[in-house]
């Protein structure tokens, strides 16, 4: 579509709100939500638009409200040093490293994009063959369908309201 408001051949920013932007170097940008099957040997097939965007190396580790992270190498190294660099002498920042790190692993993805959820992240996430996995931002979360479902079920009622609070400078 040609905007012919826009000057020849000078692209129109509200049509493109990345024009302009060096997007290099960003990390990768994990967006939708996608509904795979665990199979027998607990392995997923990951989402083919997270594939590449993942990389050949990623991570899983212990998510919040009891999902599983999936993290780019380089994205799970960047918060792992940030953790790291919180005082010693703060027990919050103790507890949570070795919750985050021991529950931590790596894996490559198979020339089937598939890759192993290990048992003991199946069960902290109470992980069946029913699962949810969702983009966000620079990981993605694997969820327990059900649990997923009632999770949102309950945010979406406050979702505009603390839209405010959240985003106080972007403009919708």
Known sequence: MIDE?????????ASNPTAGLDLAGLPPLLLGTYTPKIDAKGRIALPAKFRTQLGPGLVMARGQERCIYLLPQSEFRRIALQIQRTS?????ARDYLRVFLSGAVDQDPDKQGRVLVPQMLRDYANLGNDIVVIGVGTRA???NREAWEQYLNEKEQGYSDIADD?????DF
Not at 166 to 170: C, I, Q, S
């Open 5 to 13: 408001t826009a000057p020849q051949g000078v692209p129109n920013p």
């Open 88 to 92: 010693m002498g703060n027990k919050a």
């Open 141 to 143: 979360e694997i969820w």
């Open 166 to 170: 959240v985003l106080p400078a972007v």
